[in-house]
């Protein structure tokens, strides 16, 4: 649930638009604060980052659906009616998440049927996420987005139905109030505050040498953004959406949970408004249309990757990134240990990134680091824990990564992106010498064939690319562990409690 710790004095304003009848909307979430939209914005000052700018819907943003409140302004209400409670039978005990929990079980007939019963069921019944659940699990990628999911749903089940009309009654519901009900509309129509896009502190260079990379980012194992790697791309010059659907025809790439051909999912991210858009991640794009494999090259920082000792065996590492504004990943550290590089094509990204041994506020990783519970959309993380890195010693490296930059992301780094526009990027995951130890580490893990990703054989994967490190290149890994050994010694005791590589000098493996 979103939060309103601190929000209080800074209210959400709509954009300036054509005339709206509706009324203003009036925000909150768990602490049940009120934020009428109608207020102007009040400084909220900071010493280093002051922050003028309330919270602004985006210019585009349809009314709230049918008239739901956050609970927050229950308390303020004239009168102590919820409809939310009412005409739900014995259901009314249960929270919002069991009631669309139980009706997620349903059928889009059945939820048709149980929207006539009462006003409530009608809301609950009509909420967008359970008729994108039922598309994705019934219709897996074939369909085409029909301006909602439950338009989407009901033009493919019923082609003969007319579905223009669904949606357009403007039947609004007095005092209904739910947090959960409110919330997915609110996180997709927010805009990006401009404080969370000011901070930049990241370095930035430009041409530099592999050797001055190496020194002063991949071995002291430090995120870096780097200009002018693309310039000799031919993607950057042509990848775009014509471009793409010609080359890609009827070829389906990995979108969340289902494939999709290029031109339905452009469809959906030209419509769609949700707070998780659909993301298209595809590790197996250059196999599909070799085209587009040949059309970008990887920059000379990263061009060491001993995982490709493995061939064809080795894990997924390379992704094809398209996704439109308010897409993205939420917190994660990338797979098997490795290091990465992220290059923006096309549109722009805004990350923030936490060094190994410092956890993002929001974020629960269980104790053998195979499960991450974090807030549902980035934008909720945003409104509740962004403001709280600003009092932290060891604030997060951030930065806004535009097209033709590149963001290397050192392994074992917590980061979180999202897209500010549509975007279009190539992003790889490699093991070079400085990370080779920790990989090695880390796939013989005891939990290995949990955390291991991207490959079917899980169990075998450390000794195989063990072998094959010693067979391509012997002595290396011995050569690695008296270095990192010399290393360790040169440091202090603290010195080597708080370093994010630490647990490379194990050599368990």
Not at 163 to 177: A, E, M, T
Not at 220 to 227: S, T, Y
Not at 405 to 416: A, D, S
Request: charged share 25%; proline share 6%.
């Amino acid at each position: 649930m979103l939060s309103c710790k601190r929000l209080l004095l800074r209210p959400i304003k709509r954009k300036k638009k054509k005339k709206n009848k509706n009324k203003p909307i009036t925000t909150t979430h768990q602490n049940h604060c009120i934020l009428p939209s109608d207020v102007q914005p009040m400084d909220y000052p900071e010493e280093d980052e002051p922050e003028e700018d309330g919270f602004s819907l985006k210019s585009s943003a349809p009314s709230n659906n049918h008239g739901v409140q956050p609970l927050g302004n229950f308390f303020l209400s004239s009168t102590s009616h919820n409809s939310r409670d009412a005409g739900l039978g014995n259901l009314k005990t249960l929270t919002d998440e069991l009631v669309l929990e139980i009706l997620g079980f349903l059928d889009g007939t059945d939820l048709g049927i149980l929207a006539t019963v009462s006003k409530s069921l009608y809301i609950f019944c009509t909420h967008e996420p359970l008729w994108r659940n039922l598309v994705l699990e019934t219709l897996k990628g074939g369909f085409l987005y029909n301006f909602s999911w439950r338009k989407t749903y009901i033009s493919a089940h019923f082609p003969c139905f007319d579905v223009s009309n669904i949606g357009s009654c403007g039947l609004s519901i007095r005092d209904f109030y739910s947090d959960y009900m409110f919330q997915s509309w609110l996180c997709a129509n927010l805009e990006m505050k401009p404080e969370w896009l000011r901070r930049d502190n990241i370095q930035r260079r430009r041409g530099i040498s592999v050797e001055e990379f190496i020194l002063n980012f991949e071995e002291p194992n430090k995120p870096v953004l780097l200009e002018g790697c693309l310039d000799n791309w031919v993607a950057k010059d042509k990848w775009d959406k014509d471009y793409l659907i010609e080359i890609c025809g009827d070829v389906k790439f990995s979108v969340g949970p289902v494939e999709m051909k290029l031109e339905d999912y452009f469809r959906y991210s030209d419509f769609s408004r949700e707070e998780r858009p659909l993301y298209l991640f595809d590790p197996k794009f250059a196999k599909k249309i070799p085209k587009l494999g040949n059309e970008y090259e990887v920059p000379p920082y990263f061009r060491e990757d001993l995982f490709s000792v493995l061939g064809e065996e080795r894990p997924d590492y390379r992704w094809i990134i398209i996704g439109p504004a308010g897409s993205g990943s939420s917190f994660h550290i990338d797979p098997n240990s490795t290091s990465a590089w992220n290059a923006v094509i096309k549109g722009s990204k805004k990350w923030v990134l936490f060094p190994p041994e410092v956890v993002p506020p929001g974020v629960h990783p269980s104790p053998d680091g195979a499960e991450v519970a974090c807030p549902v959309s980035i934008i909720e993380w945003f409104m509740n824990f962004y403001g709280a890195t600003k009092d932290w010693r060891k604030r997060p490296i951030e930065c806004v990564c535009k097209a033709g930059e590149v963001v290397f992301v050192p392994n074992g780094w917590w980061h979180l992106v999202i897209n500010l526009e549509e975007s279009i990027a190539i992003t790889q995951n490699y093991v070079s010498r400085r990370n080779l130890l920790n990989v090695l580490e880390f796939l013989q893990k005891p939990n290995a064939v949990e955390l291991v990703s991207g490959t079917n054989d899980r169990v075998n994967l450390h000794n195989k690319f063990k072998d094959a490190i010693e067979a391509a290149f012997p002595g290396t890994i011995d050569q690695i562990v008296i270095k990192a050994e010399e290393k360790k010694k040169q440091c202090s005791y603290w010195e080597t409690v708080a370093d994010s590589n630490s647990g490379a000098f194990k050599f368990s493996f």
